[in-house]
């Protein structure tokens, strides 16, 4: 069984400032891995996806993301935030299922990116 | 591309009614169509997958004859809340994947569901 863990539940910075957004994850599988951004009473967005290609993914917004095996970890970095990535961010990750059936992907708890003036 | 339409955006009704939402990818065929359920300020809850053509498959706790859920075709998927009640107030959320699990999911904008 996979799981998720965003060890913030919410991170608070200035505007201009870098934003890190952390995500580890535990996988029997080589897994894909996924942030999604959403904003207040709407759908998510994919940010960026890792599929087992480079392990640093460059996403939307100025946002990307490090894949480290050895740390399973996938955290979410944007050097410069802006107040409009004030938002809900998941970190999802997707393995096969049993028996290689369906993939099934799990989400983390989310983490509230809030930025400041 | 990989637009997701979910219809309605906002439903409030009196207890007892039965509500559908629909949720279609307008630019792709998804084989797999996710329903979620999110309570304020937590993460979404996996309600039950569907595949095109098959029964959907239900988290545990789910109720199946409470929240019905039809994949039709590779572009519609629809969830009936049948006879619901206060409790099922929440915001629903559909999903759509083209392909194997390695590819993302697109999300539709979400239904705010509340019943009187």
């Known amino acids: 069984a996979q799981s998720v863990t965003q060890l913030d539940s919410h991170v608070s910075v200035s505007e201009g400032t870098p934003v890190l957004l952390r995500c580890n994850y535990s996988?029997?599988?080589?897994?894909?891995l996924f942030w999604y951004v959403q904003h207040p009473n709407k759908g998510l967005q994919l940010l960026l996806k890792?599929?087992?290609?480079?392990?640093l993914v460059k996403g939307i917004n100025g946002f990307e993301a490090e894949f480290k095996k050895s740390e399973t970890s996938f955290h979410l970095t944007k050097p410069s935030a802006h107040m409009s990535d004030a938002a809900e961010y998941f970190c999802v990750v997707s393995v096969p299922g049993e028996a290689g059936g369906s993939y099934i992907p799990t989400f983390g708890r989310g983490t509230s990116l809030i930025v400041h003036p | 591309g990989a637009v997701v339409s979910q219809h309605p955006s906002r439903v409030i009704c009196k207890s007892g009614t039965s509500v559908k939402i629909e949720c279609r990818s307008l630019?792709?065929?998804?084989?797999?169509m996710f329903w979620y359920r999110q309570f304020p300020k937590q993460s979404l809850m996996l309600m039950a997958t569907s595949n095109e053509g098959s029964k959907a498959t239900y988290e545990q706790g789910v109720e199946k004859d409470k929240f019905l859920i039809n994949h039709a075709s590779l572009t519609l998927s629809t969830l009936t809340v049948t006879s619901a009640h206060p409790e099922d107030s929440s915001f629903y959320i559909c999903?759509?994947?083209?392909?194997?699990?390695?590819?993302?999911?697109?999300f539709g904008d979400g239904t705010r569901l509340s019943i009187l």
């Open positions: 996988s029997s599988y080589s897994p894909s």
């Open positions: 890792y599929t087992s290609a480079a392990t």
């Open positions: 630019d792709f065929q998804a084989t797999t």
């Open positions: 999903s759509a994947r083209r392909g194997g699990g390695n590819q993302p999911q697109h």
